[in-house]
């Protein structure tokens, strides 16, 4: 019930920008020896660059994850140790099975004679997907600090550092000669400033138009002034290109993430609409369920469809062959229906279901405002077999009918 449904919404877009922007920019190539190789459509096709601002949404998911910790923090009864093992035990867990039932299927592939190509390529791509956890698991760590630190000395003056640390970073990179190699902290640092936004959301710092409208134009005014400066357009790497705007995140990356914070908040009133209707809410809700195992899958399940596919010796258009030019884009969209069926049929395979009690319906460890009510209630004293249990809702601004729950058995 405490849940904020556009927040979900955000987060549902993410998953969803981050899943069909590596469907689209990951070409798999069937060699003559019947490997497969990786390539970029942005390598022969730079004009399709700026569609990475829509794609490229792993600031949005910084955002929801800084709002989902500060919420769950809040809520959590127990102490901060208790809450954090809870909280990294749903990200370590999945990470864990994937990468078990990962390395069975490398095995069972090499076993059979797979090429070293298609083996190199879907290691790596399997494992890059999981370089997010590192920020991602300190920024869940710290988020009792960082929450105190904003409600001390404001959003602003806590995210100027992280952006300040960004800039140094692209000014050394750009200074230093080629190959030099700088410490991992602007990964920290860049996607600490959506965190810092979805903490300071979920404290209600960002409520209102204003504050969503100065993010959204505040984050374009930066997006332009960086492109002017000779910024990469694209917001994702790009092959054999000498800057990149995501490895490690620039400025161009922050400012496009706190852009795209503003216009989700912005969007609050038709997001609400949109859910109220059955079949996009049940949507978000089942991307939210499964937000994690989606991320961790998708890239597996376009290697997998990839080389099945390929062991016949036939290079099919936007499957097999080489990206460079837009009919291979039309012919991959015309595959992501598969592979949108694989990736869910893998996710709910996966997903744990939780036990079923008699009478209980398998919530009863929810709090009975959340549980839809039933068509009949049953007095076990009176009706019914005596597993039948009542589940009694109240509010406790209501004292008769308090009064009437307490005479009631349990």
């Known amino acids: 019930m405490s849940r904020d449904r556009t927040v979900d919404a955000l987060r549902a877009y993410a ?40 794609l490229q949404t792993l600031g949005l998911f ?68 999981l370089w997010f956890l590192l920020p ?9 600090p960082l929450r105190a630190a904003v409600r001390r000395w404001g959003l602003v003056r806590c995210v100027v550092p992280a952006v300040a640390v960004v800039a140094a970073a692209d000014l050394a990179v750009r200074l230093l000669p080629a190959g030099s190699h700088l410490p991992p ?7 600490s400033v959506p965190y810092l936004l979805g903490v300071a959301h979920a404290d209600g710092r960002l409520a209102g138009r204003r504050a969503a409208g100065t ?15 000779g910024y990469p357009v694209s917001a994702v790497g790009v092959p054999g290109a000498g800057f990149s705007n995501l490895n490690p995140p620039s400025l161009l990356a922050v400012a496009l993430a706190v852009a795209q914070v503003g216009l989700g908040l912005l969007a609050r009133p038709s997001l609400e609409r949109l859910l109220s209707r059955p079949l996009p809410g049940r949507a978000v809700t089942e991307v939210n ?19 099945l596919t390929a062991r016949g010796g036939l290079a099919l258009p936007g499957l097999h062959t080489v990206p460079d030019d837009p009919g291979w884009v039309l012919a991959r969209f015309c595959w992501l ?9 893998v996710v709910r395979t996966g997903r744990s279901r939780s036990p079923r009690h008699p009478g209980g319906g398998g919530v009863a460890a ?45």
Do not use: K
């Not at 920008?17 to 069937?30: D, E, K, N, Y």
């Open 215 to 229: 993010l959204a134009a505040g984050g374009a005014a930066a997006l332009v002034a960086l492109l002017a400066l």
């Open 136 to 144: 991602l698991v300190f920024l869940i760590a710290m988020t009792g």
């Open 185 to 191: 902290v602007t990964v920290v640092a860049a996607w």
């Open 289 to 307: 369920r499964s937000a994690f195992r989606i991320y961790l899958s998708h890239q597996p399940v376009l290697v997998a469809v990839t080389a």
């Open 337 to 345: 229906p598969l592979l949108a069926a694989v990736l869910v049929t």
């Open 62 to 129: 910084f955002f929801t994850a800084g709002f989902g910790s500060t919420r769950s923090l809040a809520r959590s009864g127990a102490g901060t140790g208790g809450w954090l093992a809870r909280r990294l035990r749903r990200l370590l867990l999945p990470m864990l099975a994937l990468l078990g039932v990962g390395a069975a299927v490398l095995l069972a592939a090499t076993v059979v004679g797979t090429p070293d190509d298609t083996l190199a390529v879907a290691l790596r791509l399997a494992i890059s997907p």
């Open 15 to 54: 998953i969803g920008g981050v899943v069909l922007g590596h469907w689209l920019v990951t070409g798999l190539v069937l060699t003559d020896v019947g490997g497969l190789r990786q390539a970029s459509p942005l390598t022969a096709m730079p004009g399709l660059a700026p569609v990475t601002w829509v």
């Open 366 to 410: 929810r709090s009975a405002e959340c549980v839809s009510p039933a068509p009949q209630v049953y007095d076990h004293r009176r009706s019914g077999p005596p597993d039948l249990q009542e589940v009694i809702a109240v509010r406790d601004s209501d004292p008769p009918s308090r009064g009437r729950a307490d005479g009631q058995p349990r």
